[in-house]
């Protein structure tokens, strides 16, 4: 971190990966929210695909089994960052921090 005045020592585990967050990280943008949002970007992508996919599914000279097939591959990754809830948990978040 950024305070080196501290007495002690530091030993990490083989393999363990260790990351910095500074207590008030440098922000760059407008508002929280545009702060927030590439954060989240990977999850917006997954639905969009989502939607994508279901909108292709209208067209009748698609083919349905390989769209259900990366429909349910998306459903399982958007379910497992729990990315149907994204946007209520931003506004969760930006409501504790009083945004």
């Not at 209208?58 to 390989?66: F, L, S, T, Y």
């Amino acid at each position: 971190g950024a305070d080196d005045a501290f007495d002690g020592r530091v030993e990490r585990s083989a393999g363990l990966r260790v990351g910095w967050l500074p207590q008030e990280p440098p922000l760059e943008g407008e508002t929280v929210r545009d702060c927030i949002e590439p954060a989240v970007a990977g999850v917006r992508q997954l639905l969009r695909e989502y939607e994508e996919v279901g909108a292709a599914m209208g067209d009748p000279d698609c083919d349905m089994e390989a769209l259900l097939q990366r429909m349910d591959g998306l459903q399982a990754r958007i379910e497992a960052c729990n990315g149907w809830e994204v946007d209520r948990t931003l506004e969760r978040a930006m409501d504790a921090l009083r945004c």
